[in-house]
């Protein structure tokens, strides 16, 4: 069965960081482009931060952008998203996805993907 699994979410004072973890299971998550995206209540799905499969090409939204750091680790078939110095606005669920043969950019900025985890809840607030 293919799946993905964000774990690493919870509550954290602004300012302090988090690291999500997207492990996946049934498919080899180096062959596809991997993105993380949140939503926030009443507002649309956002890509946040993505990385392509060829060769490591990142993109972050500008939002986050020297606070998000994506990384891959191809052989415990996981993604991880390090995010630092959160903002109250950063409060969201996080879902990880992926995406066969894609540029990064265009994976975050479309948001469209084969495979999507089930989210993981992100608070920030003191």
């Known amino acids: 069965q293919l799946q993905l699994v964000e774990s690493g979410g919870g509550l954290v004072q602004p300012g302090g960081s988090l690291r999500l973890s997207c492990a996946a299971s049934?498919?080899?998550?180096?062959?596809?482009?991997i993105g993380w995206f949140r939503q926030a209540p009443g507002l649309e799905r956002e890509g946040v931060s993505c990385?392509?499969?060829?060769?490591?090409?990142?993109y972050y939204a500008d939002s986050v952008k020297g606070r998000f750091t994506i990384s891959r680790d191809n052989a415990k078939n996981t993604v991880f998203l390090q995010m630092n110095n959160l903002k109250p606005e950063d409060t969201a669920v996080y879902s990880c996805a992926a995406r066969r043969s894609t540029a990064a950019q265009d994976m975050c900025v479309s948001s469209w993907a084969n495979y999507w985890g089930q989210g993981t809840q992100v608070t920030v607030s003191s």
């Open positions: 049934g498919f080899t998550l180096g062959y596809y482009a």
């Open positions: 990385i392509s499969s060829s060769d490591g090409t990142t």
